[in-house]
């Protein structure tokens, strides 16, 4: 079974800052990376897939990258509605999605 | 517009089965462009995916629930449901139905690797 970890867990950036959430999986995944934002109460939303593609509807602030067991989601500056928890999600081994622990992006 | 709906009994006593439903409007669970999915977020904690159905009804499931899920499709009425059977307090969660698009790369239709709608999920507690 593969395991996304995320780093930091919890993370404090000023709005308008730039901020960096890492996803790491424990053995080498395909480009089948998939980034979520959640709010309290709310269900996740789709934010970013195959690694890098922006879902319809999420800003360009919102960028993703990496290959191999490294991934990144890049916010390139803080807006107040940006700050929730992000979760990274792998599915290299089909039917088997898993779902890294998430990170909680604070206001600093 | 898509909309997915889960429904089902908010309390469940412990070592019964748990039962929801997701109504799907906008788009048939029989398209070939997509399949379906149940996920789970117990309080406070991470999410964990429970299993996926196909369009044609073939389902596939967290190793971890295997022996006690179910998950099938009802193409007449456009939705699709979730049995969980012999539970305890750690199946205590809010779950969630979402759908999961499969994805054109070149000229191969790829199996779906994301989530990309969800419903508003549903808490359920296992409590006597």
């Known amino acids: 079974e593969i395991l996304l970890t995320q780093s930091p867990a919890i993370l404090s950036v000023s709005p308008g800052e730039r901020a960096t959430l890492s996803c790491r999986a424990s053995?080498?995944?395909?480009?089948?990376l998939t980034w979520y934002q959640q709010k309290p109460g709310q269900a996740p939303r789709l934010l970013i897939y195959?690694?890098?593609s922006r879902a319809t509807g999420t800003p360009a602030r919102f960028s993703g990258s990496g290959s191999g067991t490294d991934f990144t989601l890049t916010i390139s500056s803080l807006e107040p509605e940006d700050f929730a928890v992000y979760y990274c999600?792998?599915?290299?081994?089909?039917?088997?999605?898993?779902f890294g622990p998430g990170t909680k992006l604070d206001v600093k | 517009q898509l909309q997915l709906q889960e429904s089902g009994p908010q309390l469940v006593k412990p070592s019964e089965t748990l039962s929801l439903t997701c109504a799907v409007s906008g788009v048939s669970i029989s398209s070939t462009d997509y399949y379906w999915a149940w996920i789970r977020q117990a309080p406070g904690k991470g999410l964990e995916w429970i299993g996926t159905?196909?369009?044609?009804?073939?389902?596939y499931y967290n190793s971890s629930l295997k022996s006690r899920v179910t998950m099938s499709p009802d193409t007449s009425k456009n939705h699709f449901s979730l049995r969980l059977t012999s539970v305890t307090a750690a199946d205590t969660a809010t779950y969630y139905c979402?759908?999961?698009?499969?994805?054109?790369?070149?000229?191969?239709?790829?199996?779906?690797?994301?989530?990309?709608?969800w419903g508003q999920g549903t808490l359920v507690t296992v409590s006597s």
């Open positions: 159905l196909s369009s044609a009804g073939t389902s």
């Open positions: 979402a759908r999961a698009p499969l994805r054109l790369q070149g000229l191969e239709w790829l199996l779906p690797d994301h989530f990309d709608f």
């Open positions: 999600q792998q599915r290299s081994n089909w039917p088997l999605f898993t």
């Open positions: 053995q080498t995944i395909s480009n089948h």
């Open positions: 195959n690694t890098s």
